[in-house]
């Protein structure tokens, strides 16, 4: 099993730009999610989805959108950068949303110009 | 709006000595977990506490969940230069569905 896969590793967008970052896991897990995290802010929902077709907002939603067409990817789509989204993107994916390991894939790192 | 504050931010300390991480909130949880993070790299979970009251050990660590689930503590004996990373809490809301994440604890243990 290859687990959560991040593509790509590292991002550097123009303000207004947009693009989808993307994210896989061949668990056969029904909940993914999108984390940002920030230096001193730890990780902060996005978006997250129960399964395929079912997604919602977490936290912080706005300048981001979802879908989940199947079971294994969720993509994360940035519509017009702003620089307060330079961050570091994390998916997470687990069996459940409850009471369950989530396993993460390795980043994104995003910088926005 | 839920939130879990971790102390202390950043605990520098020499090997063979313990620390403790605290995690609290104004808020009951579900469930609350405690990942580790290495530079580079997603969290990894290290273990989860479900009942008010819980305490799991895990060789030198030690988690603690407040008996009203609003508060958590990691304790580790005899730190090591391989326990170095970030450790974050991380609560499940009573509804389920969303994790909200401490803002962390950089450790640093010195040989």
């Known amino acids: 099993n290859a687990g959560v896969t991040q593509t790509p590793k590292f991002q550097v967008l123009k303000t207004g730009q947009s693009m989808t970052l993307q994210c896989a896991q061949d668990?056969?897990?029904?909940?993914m999610s999108w984390y940002r995290q920030d230096p001193g802010m730890g990780l902060r929902l996005i978006h997250y989805?129960?399964?395929?077709?079912?997604?919602d907002q977490g936290e912080v939603p706005n300048g981001y959108n979802v879908s989940r067409s199947t079971t294994e990817d969720f993509p994360l789509r940035l519509l017009s950068a702003a620089p307060s989204q330079t961050s570091v993107y994390f998916c997470?994916?687990?069996?459940?949303?409850?009471?369950?390991?989530?396993?993460f894939g390795p980043g994104t790192r995003l910088t926005v110009l | 709006t839920q939130l879990l504050e971790q102390s202390p931010q950043f605990l520098s300390i020499q090997e063979g000595e313990n620390l403790t991480v605290y995690c609290n909130s104004s808020?009951?949880?579900?469930?609350l977990q405690w990942y580790r993070q290495e530079p580079g790299e997603g969290p990894v979970l290290l273990v989860t506490?479900?009942?008010?009251?819980e305490v799991k050990k895990l060789k030198r660590l030690t988690f603690q969940f407040g008996d009203a689930r609003k508060d958590s503590s990691l304790h580790i004996t005899a730190a090591q230069p391989g326990d170095t990373g970030l450790y974050l809490c991380?609560?499940?809301?009573?509804?389920?569905?969303?994790?909200?994440f401490g803002a962390g604890t950089r450790l640093f243990v010195k040989a």
């Open positions: 668990m056969n897990h029904e909940y």
């Open positions: 991380a609560g499940l809301n009573t509804g389920g569905f969303k994790t909200i």
């Open positions: 997470a994916s687990s069996y459940s949303a409850w009471v369950d390991t989530q396993y």
């Open positions: 506490v479900v009942t008010g009251g």
């Open positions: 989805s129960v399964g395929a077709g079912i997604t």
């Open positions: 808020s009951v949880f579900s469930s």
